[in-house]
């Protein structure tokens, strides 16, 4: 497969809302995440909708309503640190698993996600 067809092949829309639902739903209850966060994770989570599906090489829905996402600045204000970061990276993993999203494409996201991630650190501990 290719990069641009993940959206496809995971099941488009469908599997982007479970797997967006399940990491929120993890986000909202971790000890780390919680404090950066706003309590009410709608916008939050349809906004990451947004994200995701331009992100697996689906339509650009991001782009068409906020623009160039410039994500790395976006996050500036919340302090990112590795432990956050691997936060992160665990209610993602925990919401792959949720999903049901299959290999190879479970992987290839979590691969491309933790650097992603990585990118998005912005404190020392
Ligand atoms: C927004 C934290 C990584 C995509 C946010 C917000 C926080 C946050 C606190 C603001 C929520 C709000 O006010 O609604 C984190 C932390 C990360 C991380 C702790 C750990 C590394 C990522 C990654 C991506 C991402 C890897 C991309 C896949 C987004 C998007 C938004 C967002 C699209 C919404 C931006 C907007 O307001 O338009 N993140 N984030 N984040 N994050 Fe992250």
Redesign the pocket.
């Given at each position: 497969y290719q990069q641009g067809n993940i959206y496809e092949a995971i099941g488009g829309a469908e599997a982007v809302d479970r797997l967006v639902e399940a990491f929120y739903k993890r986000v909202g209850q971790h000890p780390d995440?919680i404090p950066?966060?706003?309590d009410d994770?709608t916008?939050?989570a349809r906004?990451?909708k947004?994200?995701?599906t331009q992100?697996f090489g689906g339509p650009p829905l991001?782009i068409q309503e906020?623009g160039h996402?410039m994500?790395r600045a976006?996050?500036m204000p919340?302090p990112?640190t590795p432990t956050?970061?691997d936060?992160?990276?665990e209610c993602m993993a925990g919401a792959l698993e949720e999903a049901e999203i299959e290999e190879p494409y479970k992987t290839s996201i979590y691969e491309r996600?933790t650097m992603?991630?990585n990118h998005?650190?912005n404190r020392e501990e």
């Open positions: 995440l950066i966060f706003p994770l916008e939050t906004k990451q947004q994200f995701l992100f991001y906020h996402p994500l976006r996050h919340f990112i956050r970061r936060a992160w990276l996600l992603t991630a998005m650190m």
